[in-house]
């Protein structure tokens, strides 16, 4: 699949992924106050506007739902499949999966390494 | 003071890329003005997404109407009511005599198929069309047992069929069940037929103090939210707890219960959108719009009649311009002039209609209106 949309450098609004070994990451924020996860790095808690610190979450999590999109997207080439994937004590992200077929609720899921489009992605545990 | 629709208005909905966006405009607004006996409004309240800076101007303007305050609102697909609400607010406090609220979209000359999911938003630029929000909803009602993919299909068969009677939607049909879960596969499980057009048209309504006249139709209560912050710990489908938590602000603001409500014009983008708000409305409870679909209790003669205009589904999905139809619609229905949809003896009537597109929220915005006496 390629990504052709441009994004100035800087500007990319997904969520930054670290890659150690066999393991990907998001790399968020925590908030100090009332514990809740956040996959960007924000200024303040968006759930209660506490400080928040640093915090990775993944790689694994549970799919909360899945699709297969099978229509034309700018810069993208159907079929692809999506899912949304709540990480283990962490929060929900959008992720790119391999194949063009929808997990089952519940699948347990593992992040990979970003794709060269610099999606999130993952596959199954 | 209380506030009436005086007079309603919409042009044909469908894909028209020949037609001018000020000849759709004029359509919509001619007859609305008419329908009111005025040619004068005080402001203009205008609704569209993807109109170009300036379009309400440059459209008004074409259509005579110049020197008044005019304001442009975009609330994603609640622009329209968004419209309605705030040209609502003008005229109850007393800042405008008469207002007009009008929306417009021409979709046709801007997008090929879909809308294109917008690339400054995380998962806009990751590739979440619309219809793969909504399939993701679908996909967890299904495989939670909440419903099945034959009554998600049955919401498609009811509103392409009310639409038989509606000429001004840019689809309609006499379709099986069947033949809706076997036409295109868009977003897994959402079918072609389970989708919304691109369409083109715009709507309009006029909105002045309530004089009891026999063709007002009284706004009786209103209500406009954002969604708060749609995550992990969200318990619903997306978009689900917005419409319920402006659906109750709604009727607390009427003096309602859903039970009390005649027809309901509802944000049916896609078929997975008309079963979860006929739940988050209070029309059924969780888990049972797909079985109030398939038992015809939503449709037109049925106890709880949903969208007998067709719906987003049918009549077509022109962003800026659905909310003013929804509300049209209604207006025609409780002063039974709705012809062949007529809902016997309507008197109360809700619209819904729900926007989205920022990830991470519940929707960008969501409002309910309740109108009638
Ligand atoms: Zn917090």
């Given amino acids: ?125 | 003071m209380d506030v009436a629709v005086h007079g309603v208005g919409t042009s044909h909905f469908g894909r028209q890329p020949d037609r001018p966006l000020i000849d759709l405009a004029w359509d919509a607004v001619r007859e609305a003005l008419a329908d009111a006996g005025t040619d004068q409004v005080d402001a203009v309240y205008v609704g569209t997404v993807f109109g170009a800076p300036g379009v309400a101007q440059r459209v008004l303007s074409a259509l005579g109407i110049t020197g008044i305050p005019i304001l442009t609102l975009e609330n994603a697909c609640a622009s329209g009511t968004t419209a309605l609400v705030e040209g609502h607010e003008a005229v109850r406090t007393g800042r405008y005599g008469r207002v007009l609220a009008l929306g417009l979209e021409q979709m046709s000359t801007t997008f090929g198929g879909a809308i294109h999911p917008e690339s400054s938003d995380a998962e806009g630029l990751a590739g979440l069309a619309l219809p793969a929000l909504y399939a993701m909803a679908a996909h967890r009602y299904l495989q939670t047992g909440a419903a099945t993919a034959e009554q998600l299909a049955t919401v498609s068969v009811k509103n392409h069929a009310h639409a038989l009677h509606n000429p001004r939607a840019q689809y309609s049909g006499s379709y099986t069940v069947e033949q809706v879960l076997g036409s295109r596969m868009i977003a897994d499980p959402l079918t072609l037929l389970q989708c919304c057009p691109t369409s083109d048209g715009a709507a309009a309504a006029v909105l002045a103090p309530a004089t009891g006249g026999a063709r007002e139709i009284p706004v009786r209560g209103l209500a406009i939210r954002s969604g708060d912050l749609w995550d992990h710990r969200s318990p619903h489908v997306w978009g689900y707890d917005l419409v319920a938590a402006t659906a109750a602000l709604a009727y607390e603001a009427a003096g309602i219960a859903p039970g009390d409500v005649d027809l309901f014009e509802v944000h049916d983008a896609f078929t997975i959108g008309e079963v979860a708000t006929t739940e988050a409305l209070g029309i059924v409870g969780h888990g049972d719009g797909g079985k109030a679909a398939e038992s015809g209790r939503t449709a037109v003669g049925g106890a709880s009649p949903v969208n007998p205009s067709g719906g987003l589904l049918s009549r077509g999905h022109p962003l800026g311009a659905t909310g003013l139809a929804q509300v049209a619609e209604v207006v025609w229905q409780l002063r039974g002039d709705a012809g062949g949809r007529q809902v016997d003896g309507a008197r109360i009537g809700l619209v819904e209609t729900m926007g989205g597109g920022v990830s991470g929220i519940d929707g960008n915005a969501c409002v309910v209106a309740v109108l009638g006496a």
């Fill in chain 1, 1 to 125: 699949m390629s990504q052709t949309t441009a994004v100035p450098a800087g500007t990319d609004p997904r969520p930054r992924v670290v890659v150690r070994g066999d393991d990907a990451v998001v790399a968020g924020v925590r908030c100090t106050e009332c514990g809740h996860p956040v996959a960007f790095v924000r200024p303040r808690c968006p759930a209660c506007r506490g400080p928040v610190e640093p915090a990775e979450f993944g790689p694994a999590g549970t799919a909360w739902s899945s699709t297969v999109v099978r229509i034309p997207v700018p810069g993208r080439e159907p079929p692809y499949a999506l899912a949304y994937l709540d990480l283990d004590d962490g929060p929900r992200v959008l992720a790119h999966l391999p194949g063009d077929r929808a997990v089952p609720v519940g699948t347990r899921l593992r992040l990979t390494a970003p794709d060269e489009a610099g999606d999130l992605t993952a596959e199954e545990a």
